[in-house]
């Protein structure tokens, strides 16, 4: 069996090389020569725990090439995976199906009579089928069969999340398409993992759906972390609680600076902007895009105003990325309340552990530093914006002696108060009355 997986970015990449390791032919192309030409060599494009090892390993042993010619790519094999962007459009928030309707326009052009061709990038409803009657209209006559498969992967455990998913999904509308996937996905059938079959419609609203109501347990945890800092809560302990009722389930409780990243932030607006079009209002999620915008903002005040107390004209930022294991900083949280802290007229010193070279571009004017003390030199307050594994041991008194001013705003929760203690650093955690001042009230 022959794959050509198009497009190499995040899903594209961690895909092809998941079904090399799964022992299938597959060819990954990107019409970028500059990434074609390092991923060949062997080089990961992107930072994700394990990648470098598969990748590795199924160059040398032939199953995974890489190139730009899409036409040569797809004319050999039996399953065509389209995983080119869907980035937001300007002005609407809906997703920009340009660079899926142009992948769609040169399979049509080269793939061979019976090919399976299947949309593995994150489409609004009823995108697999007009790319369908695209690709038809394209090629009158010529048999194929339109599969959506939606992905899951998490960045960080994309590896892991493809090796062992809670579920795939699955829409087609044909026996070869459904007959293609169960084959592709032979070796998680082995490992018992539910295999959703069910129509293209059905597959494009699961993913968005998915994504829509993850990114509102997040802000559903966030708005109730508000609350209990202002009534004398604690929202570890509301989320740990709530959580064990199997109906809510504990993950996705983690209260923090809002959620960022290449998903949550571009289908919320897509899913919302669906439904209007559908006239289908999604007003549950509406709230949670613009909820999120106005935490972002509400957290970059919180550092300000504790900067101002301090005197210092600095603040030091640990980390970047939207997440921790990852070099991803788009939408990160960071962005935002790094630009609000410069737009006070703050310097903002920052470290993280892997995004610093993404991060240079998109944030001009920050001072990058090479380790959380360097940026806590000279600095009034200290925000923890990422809960990457090097921010959780810090030498606490060592960050309080480095800084001017002694303010550890922890945005993730990541310390405990008896870590605190002796360190002489003013402690803030998120959701937490005991730590942060009553209204009116200042440390
Ligand atoms: C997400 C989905 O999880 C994945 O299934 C989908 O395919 C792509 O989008 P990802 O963007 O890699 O994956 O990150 P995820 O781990 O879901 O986190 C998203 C954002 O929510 C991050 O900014 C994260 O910090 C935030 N988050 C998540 C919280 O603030 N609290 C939580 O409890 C969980």
Redesign the pocket.
């Given at each position: 069996m022959n794959i050509s997986m198009i497009g190499t970015g995040y899903v594209g990449l961690v895909s092809g090389v998941c079904f090399a390791e799964f022992g299938f032919q597959v060819s990954c192309v990107d019409l970028n020569a500059g990434l074609i030409a390092r991923l060949s060599a062997g080089e990961a494009t992107i930072f994700e725990p394990g990648l470098d090892e598969l990748m590795t390993r199924n160059i040398r042993d032939g199953r995974l090439s890489f190139t730009t010619d899409l036409a040569a790519s797809v004319a050999g094999a039996d399953v065509i995976f389209i995983a080119v962007g869907t980035p937001s459009r300007r002005g609407d928030g809906e997703a920009d199906l340009q660079y899926i309707e142009a992948a769609a326009d040169a399979v049509a052009a080269a793939m061979k009579p019976g090919a399976v061709i299947v949309i593995k990038s994150?489409v609004v409803v009823g995108t697999n089928a007009r790319i369908r009657d695209r690709i038809r209209a394209a090629r009158p006559g010529v048999e194929f069969s339109m599969v959506s498969n939606p992905?899951?992967?998490?960045?960080?455990s994309?590896i892991e999340?493809f090796m062992r998913p809670d579920r795939v999904v699955v829409g087609v509308e044909d026996t070869r398409g459904r007959e293609a996937m169960r084959r592709v996905y032979r070796p998680l059938y082995l490992r018992e993992t539910p295999m959703v079959m069910t129509t293209l419609e059905n597959a494009e609203i699961i993913k968005y759906a998915?994504?829509a109501f993850?990114?509102m347990?997040?802000t559903f945890?966030?708005q109730v972390a508000d609350l209990c800092e202002k009534a004398g809560g604690n929202v570890q302990e509301v989320a740990h609680a709530i959580g064990m009722d199997k109906r809510i389930g504990a993950?996705?409780?983690?209260?923090?600076?809002?959620?960022?990243?290449?998903?949550?932030p571009k289908?919320t607006r897509a899913f919302a902007a669906t439904g209007r079009r559908f006239d289908a209002p999604q007003t549950l999620i509406e709230e949670v895009v613009a909820v999120n915008e106005t935490r972002k903002q509400a957290m970059a005040a919180r550092i300000i105003e504790a900067a101002r107390q301090s005197d210092a004209a600095s603040v030091a930022v640990l980390g970047v990325a939207?997440?921790p294991n990852?070099d991803d900083i788009r939408e990160?949280?960071a962005i935002d309340i790094i630009a609000a802290i410069q737009k006070a007229g703050l310097t903002v010193r920052a470290h993280d552990p892997e995004a610093m070279v993404t991060a240079r571009a998109a944030l001009p004017g920050v001072v990058w530093c090479n380790s959380a003390y360097e940026a806590a030199e000279g600095a009034g307050v200290t925000a923890l914006l990422?809960e990457w594994n090097a921010y959780r041991a810090l030498d606490l008194k060592k960050i309080a002696g480095l800084m001017t001013g002694n303010v550890l705003i922890d945005l993730r929760n990541v310390y405990k108060a008896e870590d605190i203690e002796g360190t002489g650093l003013d402690y803030r955690s998120v959701g937490n009355s005991s730590a942060f001042p009553k209204a009116g009230e200042h440390h």
């Open positions: 994150t992905e899951f992967l998490r960045e960080g994309a999340d998915a994504n993850l990114a347990k997040v945890i966030n993950k996705f409780l983690h209260a923090g600076p809002g959620f960022g990243g290449s998903c949550f289908d939207f997440k990852t990160a949280p990422t």
